[in-house]
């Protein structure tokens, strides 16, 4: 008996189960054969192909299609290849029908090639009719309806079988199973905590519950035999590329390669240019890969936002990035000669799976750019999907919705959790009480049975979404390769993920949005429009000194990857704002590897140091004898293993797989051999393997770390020569690391004054102007889009002559012209500005309009009323723009602050953060605002959490270690002051503070 009719927990809140935990549950039950039957889709298709691989099991591929709105299903089982290619389309068409796919009509269609399994007679019926090969299927129990089916069968001469119609792995599942409907129906959990779903069970289960027709559950033997396919096999799927008629793309790709390199290194190319240039167009030509770079060269190469005058500002960064090929094609902007960076981290002759190029656009101009390439290859494109699974908050919210609970008791406890990623052995509500920031949280009845049943969530498949640029081009259309349906957006998205997509072939290039892009566009932009020449052609920006010590002293807020606090520390620690030195500090800074940053400054500051090991010899001399990037594991394991190019690639990718350990084992035992037979001794073989280990799920190669630092050193550049054009473009890109309200305090420590919006004058986005920042209307909270759009278009025709002109003309809703006022907007339309007053004049305009609908007129002059006080002003400006134009909030909470602990502590004031230099050892206090921080763990599994606060003179990083932060995590939010007690550290020139006291300047401890 085979089992036919199962589902995974990709049939989406209908199955609790991963494919690979039903391979491995069906060899233990003593099958030799399995399908997987999805509802409406292949998402779990090669995680069940490599299951079938693991546990010996012959794979049988295919699906349940169901019809909207009906209870009709059909389960469509592979038996070719030509069948494979109908299920995809059958699914494409099924998921694309917006409710109107009839199974009796449609499915027809794409029924070559296909065994269909269906219970509904009528429908058996017509398929009989039409030729398809069409089995009865009894289920899995017997029944009075099945009996009546199994007649129909014996009288048509169609195969009637029992089969495993199962939704679990195994009975203990019911409960999930149950949930799963719950969350799905918006249901009451009392409502439907009885349901049950059908596991799978022993073959002898369905022998004996079906001993009065034996014959039926025999029968699932024969068809199974008939579905003979067990997977695709595309080969490598290259895009397809429309151009230069005659040529080969071989001969296409050598041309605008040479011709690139004379417009990068000028007409007499060197000797070392065209020697790499043919080693790498022989091996992309030799691996059929010419026509990659040029479908990825013509998208780059397709005119801008401005009408196509200019190309679009990229980055193309990842492995490809080591490619002089691509260079030359402009596809990316590093120089890889001048950075000996390693062409075979990105390709080399043993490599099967296909290449991968990574391209940053500005992020308001990728959509633009995805939507030329999906309307170019209409048919033949679309983007790969994200599987996105339950995560912990999620788990918990959606479970408590089932409870009944209200939306703010839920967020009163997910909006604590910000530390626990797993849940260890299911016991969710020890582990949360264990989390300091809720030690004030009551977590019993009913969080107990809740925080119980969402365990059981965490992990389990929720919907799909879109990749954040992943797009799939294929030479025949694509849902002959793969099912296609719409995302929300409205744009083709394939229902395989990043990995699977990879698995069948299928080569994806990555199409990304880029913040920091924006900015060095927008900053140019506005640097050109008012009057300054900025020439870009050869401009090289790491070799200009006051970049290089701005970067050198961590003064790099807003400058795209190198503006995080560990960033900026690594830089101070550094001082050296050197590029290379950059390249390696953004891939050292990884989260795994944190105690090999600082013996990486260590050894950059003249640390002594031996090799790992002599036989590494100068492999790894440029990062200090650290493994820095990833291609540094595929070097080491060449050099001391006897990898080759290929497996030692397999190697460094499969230390980013989720299932890591897993596949881990093989390399690791070829790695110990490989070293042994080289006669390295086995405590230096221990020492390599835990630094490659330190390489877990998250680093860079050095490719991508280098046109990262590239586009790093544009901004610090710009931030260095041009900071309030800067600034106000970082601003305005809604970007970064940090808020708003950081980067309003970074540009006053600049020296810059932050001009208040203002409606004669302040544009959309925010603008240099001389040495200030004028706000933009897009900050101010409470103001629609539509009516910024109309108060621009009013102004170009004639300046405000005051304040009622200005309300007739716009038109603002009652909210809109309260935050204007707030923000400070209108000031400017008085003589005096009285924000009183101009909250009188908007209550006279609303009281006049709706008396007289025509025109305003002014008819009472505003009475003499006081200006709201500074403190109300102040707190009234902060609530629509989320920071203060001149002043900072401390200000006004320094003074309030009582100290009974200074005088014990030897000072008689609160420091701020510019004095801490000369404070080096001491306990101090100070005054600070929260930023952002960094919940991280110890080696003994505690939380602790690393802080940024700031004040007005300066921002201090801060360190809150597991006791301090189990004591204070309940107070701590971002966005509110504190008054911070702890000593002052220095490493390597870089101050920090290791806090012991924090309290609220809004009152509590």
Known sequence: MIPLRVRSYYSLMRGTAPPGLLCHRAKRLGYTAMALTDRDNLYGL??????????GLRPIVGAEVSEAGSPRIVTCLVKNSAGYRNLCRLLSARANARGSFQLSRDLPLFADGLLLLCSDIVLLERYCRLGADVAADLSSRPSASGLRLRDFALRHNLPAIATPDSSLATAADQELYALLQAVREGACWSECSSRAAAALEAIGTYKEAFAVWPEAVDGSDGLALRCGFSGPEFGVVMPPWRGDTGKS???????????GARRRYGNDLGEDVIERLEHELKVICQMGFATYFLVVRDIVHRRGRDGGRKKRRICGRGSGAASLVAYCLEITNVCPLKYNLYFERFLNPGRSDPPDIDIDFSWDERDEVLNEVLHDFAGHAAMVCNHVFFQLKMAIRETAKTFGLPGHEISRVTKKISHLHRVKDQDLKHQLESLPALKDQDLDHPWSDILRLAAKLVGVPRYISVHPGGVVITPEPIDSYVPVEMAAKGIPVIQWEKDATEEAGLVKIDLLGNRSLGVV???IEDICARGAVFNEEGWRPEEDQRTRLT????????????ESPAMRLL????????????VIQSSIIRPAANEFVREYVRRLHGGRWTPLCPEIGDVLDETFGLMVYQEDVSKVAVALAGFSHAEADGLRKIMSKKDREHRLGHYKKKFFAGCSANNIEADETRRMWAMMMSFDGYSFCKPHSASYARVSFQAAYLKAHFPAHFMAAVISN?????????YVSEAKRLGLKILPPDVRDSAIRWKGEGQGIRVGLQSIAGVSGPFVVRLVAARKRGPFAGVEDFFRRTSPADNEARALIHAGALDGLQPQPNRTVLLWQWAAFQRDRSRVALLFTEKTDPPSLPPPDLATRLRREYRVLGFLCSHHPLEIARPLCRLPQVKKSGTNRLLRVVELGGRVGQRVELALWLLTGKLVSTATGEVMEF???????????????????????????TGAGYLVTGLV???FGALTLTVSRVKSLMGGQ
């Open 551 to 562: 970067v050198a002293n961590g003064e790099t807020m807003g400058c795209f990857y190198i």
């Open 571 to 582: 830089e101070k620690k550094a001082g050296t704002g050197d590029f290379a030195q950059l």
């Open 947 to 973: 802080l940024t606060f700031e004040d007005e003179t300066g921002q201090v990083e801060t360190t809150f270690f597991p006791e301090v932060y189990r004591a204070h995590a309940h107070l701590l939010r």
């Open 249 to 259: 793309t071989a001969a296409s790709l050598r041309e605008k390669a040479y011709r």
């Open 521 to 523: 566009r927008d900053c």
């Open 46 to 55: 090669w995680e069940f192909l490599r299951g079938c691989r693991q546990q």
């Open 734 to 742: 809604q970007g970064g690391y940090y808020s708003t309200f950081a």
């Open 985 to 987: 550290e220095e490493d």
